[in-house]
């Protein structure tokens, strides 16, 4: 990193919102955690502290379920219309888009992405997705059925409607904060639940600043709740709480596990989006100027900090050495940086910890045998910086080709034969994303057919939208989030039979 480095200045709102210990928001009210205590969170930037958190635990957690639990059985909130809620919820659109600058400052300061990244597709994707629940808040529709017991003597009027499951819990991660909130709460607010959610303790700022603005769009108290706090307390309680009728989770596969377990104690629904090793597939005979930069920036966009990050890249044998090149070339234009600076292309890792964790991938694979092109080493000085960086000469049963490493490190591989490709591709755990790089249209649909994966890009990569669902085959997860598929997620069907 240069010495010199150029900053914007930080918005007056945000100064503020980082220069005050930030409280909980239970009830439609500002608290402080039960036990008074509060936990840092960090700038990666600098591995500074930029602001204390009440830090939630099991009693702050029951009495947000509480709260839930009441504005989900009687109030305003049971007796609005569809029409009202999808008003709110497109309101509450509507308010991030005024603050979009606030939250994306806010998202850099505490994430560490480079700010003009979060304004381009944090901050614009969680207020599209709002704005997308908002219409289905009055199109949740059963069915009418015609059923066979009907006789000549009795008759059935039947017919089936989704109701909404009730009080949800949410727990989620730190590695596109505020989006992943809205992924959340889009659907559930759309059928009529009520939610507590619990944002990771490595990024709680910006849905804090989400719910003043869920207050200010009209949600009735007790609505949504927004505990933070640490995994192990606030989000085990959550998980266990017994009033909690269903628990969505995003993060590691191992902690996914967790939460089943706890989930076990009242059957409480569960869906799950987790871990990723995403197959990147380019033939020969795709157009390289597309599929160089698309490549690079399937596993280095948000760092590599991305469930579906392409982090395993097969190209044809014969243009191997030319893709893994122009990688490469991509990956040393990639600025190094803080933030705040505009030169900035890549941020910090999240946490020490995440840096950490990558640095020991990356060990590990150079260990054992594999070489890195470019890369290979984390930044020196303050703050969490990791080299972008491709890896060659890897082996199929090696831990930084199988296990996810969730930093920006890429395992090139060359394939030959398209069948053998496919296996190997699909020789994983997961299955939560995958993408093909062709010119030949017929073969791109044939392979995305064979692909176990719950999205496969074709000529293109990291494209999400609120209508497209998104989710995990194998150990990536269960369920789907976003598009209509995901209101399934947080309604009931409820059958009703009746003699007329
Ligand atoms: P994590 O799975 O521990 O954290 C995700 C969320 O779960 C956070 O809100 C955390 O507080 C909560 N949590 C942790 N332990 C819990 C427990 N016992 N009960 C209930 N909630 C709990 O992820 P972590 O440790 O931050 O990252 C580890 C690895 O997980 C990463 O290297 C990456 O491979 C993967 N990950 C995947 C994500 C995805 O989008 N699928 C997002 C974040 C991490
Ligand atoms: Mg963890």
Same mark, same amino acid.
């Given at each position: ?147 066979? =017991? /009907?006789?000549?003597? !009795?008759?059935?009027? $039947?017919? &089936?409607?989704?109701?909404? @499951? #009730? ?71 959550? =998980? /266990?709480?017994?009033? !909690?009728?269903?628990? $969505?989770? &995003?993060?590691?596969?191992? @902690? #996914? ?244």
């Amino acid at each position: 990193m240069s010495t010199a480095v150029s900053t914007t200045p930080m918005h007056n709102r945000v100064q503020e919102f980082v220069s005050r210990p930030r409280k909980m928001f239970v009830d439609g009210k500002w608290v402080e955690a039960a036990s008074g205590k509060t936990f840092p969170t960090y700038n990666p930037a600098t591995g500074e502290v930029l602001a204390q958190v009440a830090e939630g635990d099991r009693e702050d957690i029951d009495r947000a379920v509480k709260a839930a639990r009441r504005a989900f059985d009687s109030g305003p909130w049971h007796e609005m219309t569809p029409s009202q809620r999808g008003r709110v919820i497109w309101k509450l659109g509507d308010l991030i888009e005024e603050h979009l600058e606030e939250f994306a400052q806010l998202e850099s300061l505490d994430n560490g992405k480079p700010l003009s990244v979060a304004r381009i597709a944090d901050v614009p994707l969680a207020a599209d997705l709002f704005h997308y629940m908002a219409g289905w808040a009055t199109k949740i529709e059963g069915n009418t059925i015609p059923i066979s =017991a /009907s006789s000549r003597h !009795v008759k059935y009027l $039947a017919y &089936t409607r989704r109701e909404p @499951v #009730g009080v949800v819990g949410q727990i989620i991660p730190w590695n596109f904060p505020l989006l992943m909130a809205a992924w959340k709460l889009g659907p559930a607010l759309a059928t009529g639940c009520t939610v507590v959610l619990k944002p990771a303790e490595q990024t709680p700022l910006s849905a804090l600043l989400l719910a003043e603005l869920i207050a200010e769009a009209g949600f009735p108290d007790g609505v949504v709740n927004v505990v933070p706090g640490y995994g192990e307390t606030a989000g085990a309680a959550l =998980a /266990s709480h017994p009033d !909690v009728d269903k628990i $969505a989770f &995003t993060g590691s596969t191992e @902690v #996914g596990r967790l939460i089943l377990q706890a989930a076990a104690g009242n059957l409480k629904k569960v869906s799950l989006e987790l871990g990723g090793k995403s197959p990147n597939l380019v033939f020969a005979d795709a157009d390289m100027k597309a599929t160089i930069p698309g490549a690079a920036s399937a596993i280095f966009f948000n760092h590599g900090q991305c469930c579906c990050a392409g982090s395993r890249l097969y190209i044809e044998q014969s243009i191997f050495d030319h893709v893994v090149h122009g990688v490469a070339e991509q990956a040393k234009k990639i600025k190094l940086g803080p933030g705040f600076d505009p030169d900035t292309s890549m941020g910090p890792l999240v946490s020490e910890e995440q840096m950490n964790r990558v640095c020991s991938y990356l060990e590990s694979g150079l260990h054992e045998g594999a070489e890195a092109v470019v890369g290979g080493h984390k930044r020196p000085g303050a703050g969490y910086f990791v080299e972008p960086t491709v890896m060659v000469k890897t082996k199929p049963d090696m831990k930084v080709v199988r296990e996810e490493i969730f930093g920006p490190v890429v395992c090139a591989m060359p394939f030959r034969d398209v069948d053998k490709l496919i296996a190997e591709a699909n020789q994983s755990e997961y299955g939560l994303a995958a993408a093909v790089w062709t010119r030949d249209i017929s073969k791109a649909h044939r392979i995305a057919e064979k692909l176990r994966a719950g999205t496969v890009w074709i000529n293109c990569y990291n494209v999400f939208d609120a209508a497209l669902p998104f989710g995990g085959y194998k150990q990536s997860g269960w369920g789907r989030e976003m598009g209509h598929e995901s209101l399934e997620l947080y309604t009931e069907v409820k059958a009703v039979c009746a003699a007329i």
